[in-house]
DNA sequence: TCTGGGGTCCTAGGACCC
DNA sequence: TCTGGGGTCCTAGGACCC
């Protein structure tokens, strides 16, 4: 049996903990620049915010309510995701940390308890250690596990923990879960799904297993032996390592002059280089891209990006800021108006220096293992004293800030701004 | 008249996840 | 005025290899 652990909107439950004046309240928080919903509590559920809406068309009925709104504080949010993790893999060692706020563990060595009142445990433990509310399902697969996740948030009844164990509760929720919502099949599918009459999670895993191998190929046939109780994904213990990795942002106004996406550009180069090294893998290519509003209607659009391969993988800031750059200076228009930029880095090598080759004819004068000591020089003094404490000049925010107006304290990651308690 | 068979690698696009 | 950010996997098709 598998289960699956799910923090109930994480990230309003972050905000609560410290702020316990919220419980009770509808309160959301914001994606990145304010713009749209992405965690909501279950009073700004009931007020009909819908997940991932912008803000803007929503200005009355918040006001009306008076709803908490906060910008989104990652640090904050990372740390007591660790937290819950820390708590659960002590009740269950063997854990497969799924996102941030979910997990799925592997109930082998629990065969013989009672895996509700496991269950209850770990949502109780999670709630005194931590505050954050969470959720959980069980199953003898993932995928019903995620699902049995699902009826426990969503049917009250079940009190935020729900075991589907013999085949005919599995059978009778399954008809509970709409076909859309089954993990791994998503909106398109949904769509598809329902157009042949497939409405709920039962439908589908009673269809014809060729004609759904068919259609949605290899990952749809799985989803469907899943649902059918056939094991096919096991726990991911240690995680894979990341393929691409990408720093990206809107702007909260306009961004019109090279120099200013030059200091966009370059701060995100920065940051996607600090991620390879906490990745510990050597990229080859470097892509920079761009874009003008979408949403706008009125003006014209511009588009574009371009990958540039660097001749040889590394991760140095140095050398990838500088590609990103001259990637930007091919691709920037003058004339436009842009919101969005971004710096994705692919084409990794694992491990320096077995499979990164250095070039023979590299003239910037600094050795692979120089520049690999500067950056760890870096990375400790910005560990210690903070980010941002030594970078790279263009790494400004002169000219393209985002919007963050609701921004709570990082309670947990910053001394600075530790909770005061009055006694 | 008639033109094989078996591969790999890469990329773009479309789906999915949180 | 105003619409996020960061990932994964799969497939088809083209280019290339012998």
Redesign the pocket.
């Known amino acids: 049996m598998f289960a699956l652990m799910?923090c109930n909107n994480?990230y309003v439950s972050c905000e609560r903990v410290f702020n316990p004046a919220l419980y009770g309240r509808p309160v959301v928080v914001l994606?990145?620049?304010d713009?749209?919903f992405?965690s909501r509590s279950r009073e700004a559920k009931a007020l009909g915010l819908p997940?991932?809406?912008?803000?803007?068309?929503y200005?009355e009925l918040i006001k009306k309510h008076d709803v908490a709104m906060f910008s989104?504080n990652f640090p904050l949010y990372g740390d007591m995701s660790s937290r819950v993790m820390h708590t659960l893999g002590e009740l269950l060692p063997d854990i497969e940390i799924?996102?941030?706020?979910?997990a799925f563990a592997d109930l082998q060595e629990f065969g013989r308890y009672d895996l509700e009142q496991l269950a209850q445990k770990v949502c109780l433990t999670i709630r005194r250690n931590t505050g954050i509310p969470v959720s959980v399902g069980v199953g003898p697969t993932k995928t019903l596990a995620?699902a049995a996740n699902y009826l426990a948030k969503k049917d009250t009844r079940y009190h935020g923990v729900c075991v589907l164990e013999n085949g005919i509760s599995v059978r009778e929720a399954l008809g509970n879960v709409p076909v859309?919502?089954?993990?791994?099949?998503?909106?398109?599918?949904?769509r598809f799904l329902r157009t042949h009459s497939l409405t709920t999670a039962l439908d589908f895993s009673r269809a014809r297993p060729a004609w759904v191998r068919r259609h949605m190929?290899?990952?749809g046939a799985?989803v469907q032996q899943e649902l059918n109780g056939e094991s096919c994904l096991a726990l991911e213990q240690v995680r894979?390592?990341?393929?691409?990795?990408?720093?990206?942002?809107?702007f909260g106004t306009?961004v019109r002059t090279r120099e200013d996406l030059e200091h966009a550009v370059g701060s995100?180069a920065s940051?996607c280089a600090l991620?390879l090294r906490r990745e510990g893998v050597y990229a080859g290519l470097v892509t920079v891209f761009l874009c003008t509003?979408a949403?706008?209607r009125r003006s014209d659009h511009y588009r574009e990006s371009r990958?540039a391969a660097m001749p040889f993988a590394t991760q140095s800031t140095l050398r990838i800021v500088r590609y990103a750059l001259d990637i930007l200076k091919v691709i920037f228009r003058d004339g436009y108006a842009y919101?969005?930029a971004?710096v994705?880095l692919?084409?990794f090598s694992p491990a320096f220096p077995s499979s990164v080759t250095p070039s023979l004819f590299d003239g910037d004068g600094t050795s692979a293992a120089d520049s690999q000591a500067l950056m760890q020089a870096i990375d400790t003094i910005n560990f210690r004293y903070g980010s941002g404490t030594l970078r790279l000049a263009v790494e400004s925010q002169s000219g393209w800030k985002?919007r963050q107006e609701k921004l709570s304290q990082r309670y947990t990651t910053c001394w600075e701004e530790i909770i005061q308690v009055r006694a």
């Open positions: 799910d994480f994606s990145n620049n713009g749209c992405i997940m991932g809406a912008p803000v803007f068309k200005r989104p799924y996102s941030i706020d979910e995620k859309e919502d089954v993990w791994g099949i998503g909106r398109a599918y949904g190929h290899s990952t799985r894979p390592s990341k393929q691409s990795i990408c720093t990206s942002r809107s306009m995100f940051k991620k509003d949403c706008d990958t919101k969005k971004g994705i692919d084409g985002q």
